[in-house]
């Protein structure tokens, strides 16, 4: 399913942004799931999962293919397409939902098991991360859980001039960001670090930021 909402509120130069770096090349992630998600998920029961913040539904497909309904959302149309592609080819289409939206503006009345957020990051073109990451908060279901995983460390050895200056967050910011209730347990808000492998094939250290919370 696709759903193209063009909110008008969204900044265009964000947007923008995001579609010049897709345009880059076809596929600019690994398309493969994200670390933390990998470790995570298979410690919940499969329900309903959103993931917030998609890029090529790397993650989206993953979470189908282990039993979740899984809804992606993403500000870029281009890589929404990808994402829904990638569900295709991975026959979970049926299992999969896509969204084109501003997490800024979008809402919805459905609550998940799971809500999930890899990497949301915008450095060029600012986003309102800590309002976003508190309405993901907000569509968790009762007993559901939501993770937080965010860069805590530059990503990259390489980095472009408009990523220096870019402040990363620390758990301990994200969980704040949350404004959770104390209908919620903190399972886990800390630095997680991870090696890559850099294009050159040389292994890099990074640092990701995870925060995780259940819902009672
Ligand atoms: C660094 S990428 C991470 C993509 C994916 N989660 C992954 O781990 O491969 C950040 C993604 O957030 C999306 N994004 C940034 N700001 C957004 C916003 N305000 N609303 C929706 N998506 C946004 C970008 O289009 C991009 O796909």
Redesign the pocket.
Known sequence: MHAHDRTPSASAS?RDW?EDRYAERDGI?SGRV?AVLADVAPSLSAGRAL?L????G??VVWLAEQGWAATG????VT?VERASRAAVAAGVSEQTAFVA????TWTTAARFDLVTT?????WPVP?PRDA?LRRAAGFVAEGGHLLVTAHAAPPHADLPEELRSYRFPTPEEDLAALGLGDDCDVRAAELRPRTTTTPEGEPHEVVDSVVLVRRR
């Open positions: 964000l995001w992630w994200n993931d913040g998609c890029g090529e790397g993650d959302v993403d500000l870029s890589a939206a501003d997490l800024a890899s990497f949301l990051h915008s986003i976003i």
